[in-house]
Structures are given as C-alpha cells and as structure tokens.
Antibody
C-alpha cells in the first residue's frame, strides 16, 4: 500500500523558514518514472502547485515562489523535504505531498499526474 | 509555468443530470491533462489522467476528453456523493469548479 505523510511545524512566525517532510512508504523514491510533488491550499482557496522532484533528481519550482523554495530527497530515508523561506501570513495553508507518475516530456516540460496524496498538514503563519 | 483556465467556477445541477466542466491550457499539452475531485476537509483524489484514462476504482460515470489546449470533464449522471470541487491539472492547477446539488 502506497502512503505519503506530511510532517512539520503547525505554527511558524513571519520571516521564519518552514521545513516540511514527506515520508513515503510502499514505493521507492528511486523508482523510475516516479517522484513527489508539493501542493498547498490556503483556507477556502484553490490548490497551488509548489514544486516537484523526480527519481533522477530533476526538480522544478513554481515560478512565483521559486526564490523561496528548495526541494530535496533522501532516498534511503524515503523522505522528500521542502523548505520555504521568509514565511508570511499569506502562506497559511494546508500543505500536501503527492506521488507523481510520469506521463511524458517534450524537451521543455515534464508531464505527470498525482495518483496518491498525503492527508496534508496545516501550517499557520502568525506572530 | 503552464496556466490552466477552468470553467465554470461553480455549478448547480440536479441528481441524474449530465455535468460538464471545461479546462483550457495556456499551451499545447498534448493529452497530458488530469482531473481531481476534492471533498471538504479531504485531500484531492485522482479521477482521470492523461485526458481520458479512468483511474482504477473510479466510477464509469466520470469521463474526460480533449487534446492540445482544450479539455472536457463529464459526469454522465450526477449522484449525491459527487458533490465536491473538481480541478484540472498539468503541473499547475485550474481554479476549481465547485459542484452543488440543486
């Protein structure tokens, strides 16, 4: 059974750095054509893709948040870590990680779908 | 980033109705378009991948079509349990369609 579980602080202060960990089971982060994506959802708002990392260590970030995000993986620990610097109250959201399954590539973009999701972790940014 | 434009933003329909949601990509994405269902307080669930492939275990009343930049998601006969918000996605997500029962 494939599962993903997000963990991290419930509350962070403005300007602090957020570190979230996604621990996966039932598959390996070295599996070809797979990876992990981070997505967030502010209260009452739409889903927002943040970043992804593939098994070959290929990474991509949301253009609007690229300067603040870093994604990495530790295959031996089955973990994917997302850091977001300079947190602001507008970053208050539920943060999800999801397994991604590779569909295709056109020399510019990787295309994929997210077939298994974690339950999410809620992060509040407040002083 | 590829931008996804989804419409309508909300929809009210009766049980048994045929429901259609559209999604437009900002560039040609071939058939690489996915649809998700999200119920309140829950994580999204994959329904359709690569435009028209039904995820395992998803009822056959859900379907998808399209290619290039224009895509359609259809529920052939709306059921009460289909009340949710639906999102299209290819890397980034559409704005979502909130589906309600009349």
């Amino acid at each position: 059974q494939v599962t993903l579980k997000e963990s991290g602080p419930v509350l962070v202060k403005p300007t602090e750095t957020l570190t979230l960990t996604c621990t996966v089971s039932g598959f390996s982060l070295s599996n070809a054509r797979m990876g992990v994506s981070w997505i967030r959802q502010p209260p009452g708002k739409a889903l927002e893709w943040l970043a992804h990392i593939f098994s070959n260590d290929e990474k991509s970030y949301s253009t609007s948040l690229k300067s603040r995000l870093t994604i990495s993986k530790d295959t031996s620990k089955s973990q994917v870590v997302l850091t977001m610097t300079n947190m602001d109250p507008v970053d208050t959201a539920t943060y999800y990680c999801a397994r991604i399954r590779y569909s295709g590539y056109d020399y510019v973009n990787y295309y994929y779908y997210m077939d298994v999701w974690g339950k999410g972790t809620t992060v509040t940014v407040s002083s | 980033d590829i931008q996804m434009t989804q419409s309508p933003s909300s929809l009210s329909a009766s049980v048994g109705d045929r429901v259609t949601i559209t999604c437009q990509a900002s560039q040609d994405i071939s058939n690489y378009l996915n649809w998700y269902q999200q119920k309140p307080g829950k994580a999204p669930k994959l329904l359709i991948y690569d435009a028209s492939n039904l995820e395992t275990g998803v009822p056959s009343r859900f379907s998808g079509s399209g290619s290039g930049t224009d895509f359609t998601f259809t529920i052939s006969s709306l059921q009460p349990e289909d009340i949710a918000t639906y999102y299209c996605q290819q890397v980034t997500f559409g704005q979502g369609t909130r589906l309600e029962i009349k």
